[in-house]
């Protein structure tokens, strides 16, 4: 009976740490499923939060690095795809400066396409709601601009028309 009740009392801090240990906590993104009102520097210097963005219509966050091999060839092939993404404004944000963002912008001739804003957020507040690991982030929000989809990494424009197009 005593080796019994030694067994079971050794046994206690396992069951106990397995009653209080925390569960993992959902990213921010996950936790609040809404575009976040971070404020976002466009290329003219202006700032703007999600209450600019246009009400009633889809959008797609494209978070990008300016020196991400990836994040140009999805910004290609967005832009090779630009017609299928009419209803959708799509806001691409950088955490680098304005000034690197420009570059980008320029290089890209991202003024020709109307559907998208281009912005820049230094602080990486938006990397940080995201958790975001690796470039590109895509993430998708319906016409009342809650949460839909979310990619990291690259990810395939057929992929992000389905969920636009849910």
């Known amino acids: 009976m005593r080796y019994v009740f030694f067994a079971i009392l050794s046994c206690l801090p396992v069951f106990l740490k397995a009653q209080t240990a925390t569960p993992p906590t959902k990213p921010a993104y996950l936790q609040y499923p809404i575009i976040p009102a971070f404020p976002l520097t466009l290329v003219d210097g202006h700032t703007i939060t999600k209450n600019d963005l246009r009400k009633g219509e889809k959008t797609m966050l494209f978070i990008f690095s300016v020196d991400c091999d990836h994040c140009k060839h999805l910004t290609e092939d967005l832009l090779k795809n630009i017609d299928k993404f009419q209803k959708t404004q799509i806001l691409m944000v950088t955490p680098f400066k304005v000034e690197q963002m420009k570059e980008y912008y320029d290089q890209y001739k991202i003024k020709n396409y109307p559907t998208i804003t281009m ?4 602080t990486r507040q938006i990397m940080y709601f995201y958790d975001l690991h690796y ?7 319906n016409k009342k601009q809650q949460f839909v989809k979310g990619f990291e990494g690259t990810a395939k424009i057929d992929s992000l028309l389905y969920y636009l197009h849910k």
């Open 119 to 122: 912005a820049s957020e230094p």
């Open 135 to 141: 470039f590109p982030g895509l993430y998708i929000y």
